[in-house]
């Protein structure tokens, strides 16, 4: 059973406009909501992170909104550029639990000039 | 800053082969984790390792299994190479503590396939 959905699965947005990705979640034991951008060719790396303490959080053109009640979190990509361009994987992680993350199935992002 | 290497980039093999797939990281990190990534089936976790000669299954240990002889090289091993084994390989590190403490650095991949 898939813990952490994500949609869409592909994402083709034009130069300048705002990408939004969203996930949802099943299990209220999740505390740690991190977001993985891939570009082609490389491995994820971190891009942002959230805890459910907060409902939005902010790194330049990068948000992340969150919604506890509705166990849902989204990652919002401002005024975005070609170069943003990669596959963003959404997880969830639960102190209570394992070493592991679980992540989404991922998004591949277009961003067309 | 961290680096996370995998031996190969690219890897050819024949079915039934003993396959060896290698990680090394610089970061003097505890944790070190195989994933295995497959369009439209996301990262799903094959091993873990949060010590020398300590493994954990991940979500899809099956056909596989892995060595860590040392804190900073983690093996991943096919013991029998099968087609359905054909996939992008990811090694990734973290300190210890879950992942939700620290954030996983991963390699760029080894893309294997058999044939």
């Known amino acids: 059973q898939q813990q952490v959905k994500q949609s869409p699965q592909s994402l083709i947005v034009q130069k300048g406009g705002i990408s939004i990705i969203n996930c949802a979640y099943e299990?209220?034991?999740?505390?740690?909501f991190p977001w993985y951008q891939q570009f082609p060719g490389k491995g994820p790396a971190l891009l942002i992170a959230?805890?459910?303490?907060?409902s939005e959080k902010k790194e330049g053109r990068f948000t992340i909104s969150f919604n506890k009640s509705a166990k849902q979190f989204s990652l919002h990509i401002m005024d975005s550029q070609p170069g943003d361009s990669a596959t963003y994987f959404c997880?969830?992680?639960?102190?209570?639990?394992?070493?592991?993350?679980?992540f989404g199935k991922g998004t591949k992002l277009s961003v067309i000039p | 800053d961290v680096k996370v290497t995998q031996s190969s980039r690219y890897l050819v093999k024949r079915t039934g082969e003993k396959v060896f797939l290698e990680c090394v990281q610089d970061?003097?990190?505890?944790?070190m984790f195989w994933y295995r990534q497959d369009p439209g089936l996301g990262l799903r976790l094959i091993y873990f390792?949060?010590?020398?000669?300590?493994?954990e299954k991940g979500d899809i240990p099956e056909g596989y299994s892995v060595s860590r002889e040392k804190k900073e090289r983690f093996s991943l091993i096919l013991e029998s190479a099968s087609t359905n084994q054909t996939s992008m390989y990811l090694c990734?590190?973290?300190?210890?503590?879950?992942?939700?403490?620290?954030?996983?650095?991963f390699g760029n991949g080894t893309r294997l396939t058999v044939t």
């Open positions: 997880a969830a992680y639960s102190g209570a639990g394992s070493y592991q993350l679980t």
């Open positions: 970061m003097d990190h505890e944790n």
């Open positions: 959230i805890r459910p303490d907060v």
């Open positions: 299990n209220t034991a999740f505390d740690y």
């Open positions: 990734a590190s973290s300190f210890p503590g879950g992942q939700g403490i620290w954030p996983l650095h």
């Open positions: 390792s949060y010590d020398v000669k300590m493994k």
